[in-house]
């Protein structure tokens, strides 16, 4: 900000998160070489992500920041797993909570299923104390945004299905062309990762399902714009 250099932002967030999607592949395939180069490629060769990394939007830091937390949680037994939450407090307060939110809730439920107890209450008391914090930072500096004066955005709009028609053919046609190919046959695929694959399907619904329950559009945006952070998922 200093340097003038605020345009740099987003381009740099973006070239850190095709190196943490390399990242995370190789945590899940680390005998599979190709593997890491091929998911780092089809998230670059994404219009929707490249047109996006050059705009002043939040959304590549919010996809940074969730590959960044995917990362961490991915390797629980190092040390660096428990960072996971703290960086997911910094997601949540970014922009706008529900884009972390729904990024991470099936990871968080998989915990629960696996009866980790001893992570469950770190990281709830992590997220429960950061979010203390933001309402209370919100509290003092918008407090418009606490106390609800302007009309709620949920609901469904008569154009709401017609419109989130239209932001997944949005979403498909943005992305790097053999995704639509994979996508399935890596939803159906079996093996050892078969649970995290579950969860990342699910991380992908939650964020596009939740918007249609949201009344405005994404205004301006390059493929759909609210997906963005789970584009990692996907």
């Given at each position: 900000d200093l340097a003038g250099l605020q345009w740099l932002t987003n381009p740099v967030l973006a070239a850190w998160s095709v190196a943490l999607?390399?990242?995370?592949?190789r945590q899940l395939w680390p005998e599979d070489k190709w593997k890491p180069?091929?998911?780092a490629a089809l998230l670059a060769a994404s219009s929707q992500f490249l047109l996006t990394s050059m705009t002043a939007?939040?959304?590549?830091?919010?996809?940074?920041?969730?590959?960044?937390?995917?990362?961490l949680f991915l390797a629980p037994q190092k040390r660096r797993f428990w960072l996971a939450p703290f960086v997911g407090v910094a997601a949540l307060g970014l922009h706008?909570?529900?884009?972390?939110a729904l990024f991470v809730l099936p990871f968080l439920a998989r915990l629960v299923w696996?009866?980790?107890?001893?992570?469950?209450?770190?990281?709830?008391?992590?997220?429960?104390?950061?979010?203390?914090?933001?309402?209370?930072?919100?509290?003092?500096?918008?407090?418009?945004?606490?106390?609800?004066?302007?009309?709620?955005?949920?609901?469904?709009h008569r154009l709401t299905w017609l419109i989130q028609s239209i932001y997944l053919l949005l979403l498909l046609s943005w992305l790097a062309l053999p995704v639509l190919i994979?996508?399935?046959?890596?939803?159906?695929?079996?093996?050892?990762?078969?649970?995290?694959?579950?969860?990342?399907?699910?991380?992908?619904?939650?964020?596009?399902?939740?918007?249609?329950?949201?009344?405005?559009?994404?205004?301006?945006?390059w493929g759909d714009r609210y997906f963005h952070g789970a584009l990692g998922c996907l």
């Open positions: 999607m390399a990242a995370v592949t180069v091929l998911a939007y939040a959304m590549p830091a919010h996809l940074c920041l969730n590959l960044l937390w995917l990362w706008q909570p529900f884009f972390h696996d009866k980790r107890w001893q992570t469950i209450l770190f990281f709830a008391f992590v997220y429960l104390l950061g979010i203390a914090i933001w309402l209370c930072w919100w509290h003092h500096f918008l407090p418009e945004f606490i106390g609800g004066s302007s009309p709620s955005a949920f609901g469904v994979l996508v399935p046959l890596g939803c159906c695929a079996p093996g050892v990762q078969s649970s995290f694959v579950r969860c990342a399907a699910a991380s992908c619904l939650l964020t596009f399902g939740f918007y249609v329950f949201v009344r405005m559009d994404q205004s301006h945006g």
